[in-house]
């Protein structure tokens, strides 16, 4: 059964770096087959797409988050990561990693449960 | 950037009762839209993908429709676990920019 899990800090400082990890389990991340991405929710409001990684078809961020997200996969731990630079309160979030594939017809069909990413002082 | 507003911000139903969230998109698009629902502290759920597509495990009250500008999640015999938190999204953006609707709050009336 595929599982992922976010992990990092959960408080981080304005003007630092936001770092995640995703932990994907019961799949390969390094599958042609899959697209994996982050979406954040801030608390009581919606959710927004930051940007899809493949390990073989490439990486596609949100242009509002282009000049300071990189997101990478690392295939011997099976992970990928969500790196935010530059971060002020209002990225202050629920930051969740997904998985797409072309089984759903490319939309995230599993979710991890999220993390919640303080941005304060 | 693809806008999708839902309407309305909160649909009050009674249960049994069907209810009809809508999706309109800024600009015209095909059918890569896809429906989620959310309960407070769980990630979303997949719903319907390819517009009218019920991901695995959905129940086959849950059925969506439409093209274009236009999509619509219908829910036919709402029960208690369906009131929650409903969000559309278009992924038929190149290069990608995906995007969300604003949600939809189905609550029981």
């Known amino acids: 059964q595929l599982q992922l899990q976010e992990s990092g800090p959960g408080l981080v400082k304005p003007s630092e770096t936001l770092s995640l990890t995703c932990t994907v389990s019961?799949?390969?991340?390094?599958?042609?087959?899959?697209?994996w991405g982050w979406i954040r929710q801030p608390p009581g409001k919606g959710l927004e797409w930051l940007g899809s990684?493949?390990?073989?078809?490439?990486?596609y961020y949100n242009p509002s988050f282009k000049s300071r997200i990189t997101m990478s996969v690392d295939t011997s731990k099976n992970q990928l990561s969500l790196k935010l630079s530059s971060v002020t309160a209002t990225d202050t979030a629920v930051y969740h990693c997904?998985?797409?594939?072309?089984?759903?017809?490319?939309?995230?069909?599993?979710w991890g449960q999220g993390t919640l990413v303080t941005v304060s002082s | 950037e693809i806008v999708m507003t839902q309407s309305p911000a909160t649909l009050s139903v009674s249960p049994g009762d069907r209810a009809t969230l809508s999706c309109r998109a800024s600009?015209?698009?095909?059918?890569?839209v896809a429906w989620y629902q959310q309960k407070p502290g769980q990630p979303p759920r997949l719903l319907i993908f390819?517009?009218?597509t019920r991901a695995t495990g959905v129940p086959v009250r849950f059925s969506g429709s439409g093209s274009g500008t236009e999509f619509t999640l219908t829910i036919s015999s709402l029960q208690s676990e369906d009131f929650a938190m409903y969000y559309c999204?278009?992924?038929?953006?190149?290069?990608?920019?995906?995007?969300f609707g604003q949600g939809t709050k189905l609550e029981i009336k």
């Open positions: 997904a998985r797409r594939t072309h089984t759903s017809a490319w939309a995230f069909d599993y």
């Open positions: 999204q278009q992924y038929d953006t190149w290069p990608p920019l995906y995007t």
């Open positions: 990684i493949s390990y073989s078809r490439g990486t």
């Open positions: 390819g517009a009218s």
């Open positions: 019961g799949a390969s991340i390094s599958s042609s087959s899959y697209f």
């Open positions: 600009q015209g698009i095909s059918s890569n």
